[in-house]
């Protein structure tokens, strides 16, 4: 089993940034791929980005690209979200997931993941 602890979440006025942060423990590989949904109410959860941690090649959704950094940090385990120029769009929960056997072609279907974090809610807001 793996688990993974999100934070970073809050509220932030439009061209705001934040970072959030996932951290993995249990039985974690370097093989494994991590990356970010998103969810707003009444919609789909959606592809945000994602990062293989063992080549560090990144994938952004094209709503956030430009704007959203994902890094890495294999020794810690950790996941980080950089998000420059937030916009109300952005406004949603956030989830940190992690694949295991993730093939490029799931990459950005939530079915490819195979454990996720509680969320945490970022609101972007004038």
């Known amino acids: 089993q793996v688990q993974l602890v999100e934070s970073g979440g809050g509220v932030v006025h439009p061209g705001g940034s934040l970072r959030l942060s996932c951290t993995a423990s249990?039985?974690?590989?370097?093989?494994?791929?991590m990356g970010w949904f998103r969810q707003s109410p009444g919609k789909e959860r959606e592809f945000v980005a994602a990062v293989f941690r063992s080549y560090g090649r990144a994938y952004y959704a094209d709503s956030v690209k430009g704007r959203f950094t994902i890094s890495k940090d294999n020794a810690k385990n950790t996941i980080s979200l950089q998000m420059n120029g937030l916009k109300p769009e952005d406004t949603a929960v956030y989830y940190c997931?992690?694949?295991?056997?993730?093939?490029?072609?799931?990459?950005?279907?939530?079915?490819?993941?195979?454990?996720w974090g509680q969320g945490t809610q970022v609101t972007v807001s004038s």
């Open positions: 249990g039985r974690t590989a370097s093989t494994d791929t």
């Open positions: 997931a992690l694949g295991q056997r993730l093939i490029l072609s799931s990459l950005q279907r939530p079915d490819g993941y195979d454990f």
